[in-house]
């Protein structure tokens, strides 16, 4: 079985950490991600800066990211603005984004979802005369913070519409982390009636402990693409001190003992999450970073007696 | 579909957290579970309390401890003087313990494999004696510290002993967290051709983040009592720093998701863990009670805004 990672910790996790990496420690981030392994990285956002601070140096950062023939930089593209400030850049791949709840949409992009659909209907017109390749991510599709549950029929007309502007790709994200292996069965269920599960990705939060589980069970329904945040970097922006991304390592542990091989070393990851868990002077929350430490630590003071 | 959950913070969450506490906090805490509904609660140890200076209390605590007529309070014994301490006691069950792994069981009980039978066979007549039902726990049947991967004949040898003594249901330990659903599913599957799996309970730990991953999939196999610890207390004594107990809060959340109700109450099992991570003056591992006591904040600042 092939399973593709897709790290989203440089995107996803920073933007919703307090401090802000510095442009050359991003790229140290990203070469250690690199050098375990990882080939899919999405790294920065084209939002307008005053959005997201975290991700301001999106320019700069996209030009000083080491260039390997293998390996897919993606960001996302919000607007057409976003979009020519991308197409100046070397990144590869851009993504959409939108909600699958009215109210999260509104809050999120300042639009309904009506009026959000021309906005990168004409970002995917960019891409196409780039030659890009853009992903769609459609939030809060297991519940919204605003609406609570939103119905499998919202989730499926928006991923219709993405589809349709030319996504080749669905990211179904449970943004607030409430799901479990009951919704995610029942949403892929419906999902595979209409859309391959060959293009969707997971994009789970461990907001509730459930992350992991809830990736296993699309896995064996047949998803075969996961977003996943070094060190599970990243909170949740409704709930400051909860957990926010599933954490890379976690997902890495469990599928290397499943005998699922993603070319990806887990110890190699760990030492990069090691560092930026020393810049945002806080332990992530992958449980698989904090054991390899606290071995780490073990064997030190082993040595040392 | 019925799901035991048995509460085993007071126990194994206590014995593995560097705090000692008071008899009293531990009366509040069951105190708490109980109003939360919980009805199978592992409270203390009759080991020696040089050993398990956290657990020195038992006699007292079991003697303070609530009568109610649906409680089933249970206590580890781990030889004929810790039961000839528990028969003194109203506790309303004992559970026996031994590793499936020889170099655990001999750096845990100081007792090879083959020697530690009798001892056990003498707690199991007392306890027969006293009309006292017994558990059986297996620890490491997974993987030991140690000795690294443990084979099924071996856990399988160790559970049909315990089960020719009278034991009435064995818990299968992943005392160091290393499983995954495959391993979860391949135990089980070879388990169930001797041991109907109604006799098992699963205890998992979430050192590497997997445990809830493998209680479903316990689940799905046909288990029906899981082992749990509240707010996930209690570290794992191999890698200081890292989780330990599978959360009760985190199995609740999904049991309760997946519609599957335990009668116990998920927010007033979270205000019980909110007052031992006072105490343990650490936040615990439960990522359901992070998420809780950060939406709790949360709401506060709403009201004082």
Redesign the interface.
């Known amino acids: 079985m092939q399973i593709k990672l897709v790290e989203v910790g440089l995107r996803d996790g920073l933007q919703n950490e307090r401090i802000i990496l510095g442009t050359e420690d991003k790229v140290r981030v990203a070469k250690g991600l690199l050098a375990a392994g990882v080939r899919h990285l999405e790294v920065t956002s084209f939002v307008s800066p005053r959005w997201i601070p975290q991700l301001a140096d999106a320019t700069q950062l996209a030009h000083q990211l080491p260039s390997l023939a293998d390996v897919v930089y993606r960001a996302l593209v919000p607007n057409r603005k976003g979009a020519e400030r991308a197409a100046q850049t070397p990144i590869h791949e851009w993504a959409v984004f939108m909600s699958a709840s009215e109210t999260h949409n509104r809050k999120n992009i300042n639009k309904s979802i009506s009026d959000t659909y021309p906005v990168l209907r004409e970002v995917m017109e960019m891409a196409k005369e780039q030659g890009i390749r853009v992903r769609g991510y459609v939030s809060t599709v297991f519940g919204c913070p605003y609406e609570g549950k939103v119905s499998t029929a919202q989730v499926l007309r928006v991923c219709e519409q993405l589809l349709q502007m030319g996504v080749y790709e669905i990211s179904l994200g449970d943004t607030i982390?409430?799901?479990?292996?009951?919704?995610v069965k029942s949403l892929l269920q419906e999902c595979q009636q209409h859309i391959p599960l060959t293009q969707i990705a997971g994009h789970f939060h461990?907001?509730?402990?459930?992350g992991?589980?809830n990736a296993?069970t699309a896995l064996e329904m047949g998803v075969r693409t996961l977003d996943t945040s070094l060190g599970g970097l990243g909170g949740?922006p409704y709930?400051?001190?909860?957990?926010g991304n599933l954490?890379t390592e976690?997902v890495l542990?469990?599928l290397q003992?499943?005998?699922i091989d993603t070319g990806i070393d887990l110890a190699r990851v760990c030492e990069t999450s090691e560092f930026v868990q020393t810049k945002c002077r806080r332990p992530l929350?992958?449980?698989?970073l904090?054991?390899h430490?606290?071995?780490k630590?073990?064997e030190k003071r082993g040595d040392e007696s």
Do not use: F, H, I, N
């Open positions: 982390g409430v799901a479990t292996p009951k919704a461990d907001t509730r402990g459930t992991l589980t296993y949740c709930a400051p001190g909860a957990s954490a976690d542990y469990l003992q499943e005998g929350p992958s449980k698989v904090q054991s430490l606290a071995q630590r073990q």
